[in-house]
Structure formats: C-alpha cells, structure tokens
C-alpha cells in the first residue's frame, strides 16, 4: 500500500448531477483516482467511478491507458494490464490514438 501521488499537470473532468468540475489526477499502487471534494474516487475504464452519480468527462494523460481485469483505469506495469482499445481511449482523451 502506499499514498496518493498527484500526476503533475494531468487533470480529469469530473461530472456530478450535471455540475463539471476539473480535478487533479492522483496514481496509488499503479490505479488512477480524481480527486474529489477531501477525498479521492477510482477511474473505471468505462468513464465511471468508485462514487454512484459521478462520472469521468474526460482526462489528460501522457502515456498509455491501461485497464484491469475489473475494468479500473491502471499502468502498464500492473500485472494483468490492457491496453484501452482505441474507442475507449478516444473517448476518455477526445483525441484521436498516437
């Protein structure tokens, strides 16, 4: 287990009950988390969270997106990593695959 790591100048877009707020990106053990309020919330692959009634918009990221076998947005290094397909990237970016 370790701390939450902030992902300097990467930020998420975050919507709740049709409110957006632009967040910070954090990493903890190779998953990615927004903040959110004093806490943090987990990033799905699919655009949802850990938290019901909030959804990710879209996210900067330098590198490539990777997904678990339960669908958590992670880093290549975890064991068992996917690469996002290009569709899903596209739309967690909104540009197109490198």
Excluded at 17 to 31: E, F, M, P, S
Excluded at 48 to 70: I, P, V
Aim: glycine share 12%.
């Amino acid at each position: 287990m370790s701390f939450f790591k902030q992902v300097e100048g990467e930020a998420a877009i975050l919507v709740n009950n049709g409110v957006y707020t632009q967040v910070d990106l954090y990493t903890r053990d190779g998953y990615l988390f927004a903040k959110h309020g004093s806490g943090f919330v987990r990033l799905m692959a699919d655009g949802s969270t850990s938290k019901a009634k909030l959804r990710l918009d879209f996210m900067s990221w330098e590198g490539g997106l990777h997904r678990d076998s339960l669908g958590r947005l992670c880093s290549p290094e975890k064991t068992g990593a996917k690469p996002l397909d290009d569709g899903r990237r596209q739309a967690l970016l909104g540009a197109p695959a490198n």
